[in-house]
């Protein structure tokens, strides 16, 4: 099995700025990609930031040039740096990651419990 942690959410003013963290542990053999995604109340889930095995990266159209998205020093951990932090930014953010883990099978998607991030005008 694979587990993940998230850290980092919370209530900023807009404009301001914050970090989230994700590290994933457990039975992994290869990490293929991590990256968030979020999701409202009612709306589709949605891809903000993902980072790739080989270090490309991705992002939603509506978080170029404010988001960034990195790994940390520690093994299969993730961090996305988010400033100018918009109200519509407000979500919970929810992290992924593509892996292949010891037992017999293909990659799955392992998902994190989600983070709030909340951002007042």
């Known amino acids: 099995q694979v587990q993940l942690v998230e850290s980092g959410g919370g209530l900023v003013q807009a404009g301001e700025s914050l970090r989230l963290s994700c590290a994933a542990s457990?039975?992994?053999?290869?990490?293929?990609?991590m990256g968030w995604y979020r999701q409202a109340p009612g709306k589709q889930r949605e891809l903000v930031a993902a980072?790739?095995?080989?270090?490309?990266?991705n992002y939603a159209d509506s978080v170029k040039g404010r988001f960034t998205i990195s790994r940390g020093n520690a093994k299969n951990t993730v961090y996305l740096q988010m400033n100018s932090l918009k109200p519509e930014d407000t979500d919970v953010y929810y992290c992924?990651?593509?892996?292949?883990?010891?037992?017999?099978?293909?990659?799955?998607?392992?998902w994190g419990k989600g983070t709030l991030v909340t951002v007042s005008s």
């Open positions: 980072i790739i095995s080989g270090g490309s990266t």
């Open positions: 992924y990651c593509n892996a292949q883990s010891t037992a017999p099978g293909g990659a799955m998607q392992y």
């Open positions: 457990g039975s992994i053999f290869r990490v293929n990609a």
